[in-house]
């Protein structure tokens, strides 16, 4: 099974920040990577897609893609107590299945 | 627009009993994925439907199996329930296509004792 990492955490960072969230995945094939928010108790939350080398920005949120390094990357700029919650790393292996990397739990304090 | 709706919400089961449990997707949307989550495993691939078809399977026991129905509505099904079935069962509805992304329901949090 193709595998992606996510560091647990908790990623502490103070209200106003640059949060920064990384994950690395293991098939070099995948084209496809997604960013999922999940509060303490709900269901996952869809963020971001991205599927070309490089940044991608919608709001205060940035992903970044590196094909070459594997790695897939989540900046929150000017981070919020809101955001606090677990941030869900999915690669898309191929035949409509996606894995998850098991979360970086972020704590924005105010 | 209607999310993505799963019932029950909550359930507890004793083991070597069987559940149901049932998904309705985003209206339009024809690929219905179920995935469970537990604490120590994170999210797993259980299966993806799309018009009633099995297109891919996860590395889970033939206890599992599930359904799709014609208005793309789908079932999943545990049979012989055993302690390690308890988690959060999520199911997630989309387009014909996975890279255009999911939208998970709310969830079934399933409880074996």
């Known amino acids: 099974q193709k595998e992606v990492e996510q560091n647990s955490g908790p990623l502490s960072v103070p209200e106003g920040a640059i949060a920064s969230l990384n994950c690395t995945y293991s098939d070099r094939g995948s084209q496809s990577f997604f960013w999922y928010r999940q509060y303490s108790g709900k269901s996952p939350e869809l963020i971001m897609s991205?599927?070309?080398?490089g940044d991608k920005e919608d709001g205060r949120f940035t992903a970044q893609l590196n094909k070459a390094s594997q790695y897939v990357s989540l900046l929150i700029r000017d981070s919020q107590p809101s955001d606090s919650a677990t941030y869900l790393c999915a690669v898309n292996e191929g035949f409509q299945k996606l894995v998850f990397g098991t979360g970086t739990r972020l704590l924005v304090s105010p | 627009k209607a999310g993505v709706t799963q019932t029950p919400r909550y359930l507890i089961k004793t083991r070597g009993q069987q559940v149901t449990l049932s998904c309705s997707p985003i209206s339009g949307h024809r690929s219905v994925s179920w995935y469970q989550q537990t604490p120590g495993q994170g999210l797993q691939f259980l299966f993806e439907y799309f018009s009633e078809t099995q297109r891919n399977k996860g590395n889970f026991p033939g206890r599992f199996s599930g359904r799709q129905f014609s208005n793309s509505r789908s079932e999943m099904n545990v049979s012989t329930l055993e302690l390690g079935d308890s988690a959060l069962y999520l199911c997630?509805?989309?387009?014909?296509?996975?890279?255009?992304?999911?939208?998970f329901g709310s969830g079934t949090r399933l409880t074996v004792v």
């Open positions: 997630a509805s989309g387009w014909a296509d996975l890279d255009y992304g999911y939208t």
């Open positions: 991205i599927y070309s080398n």
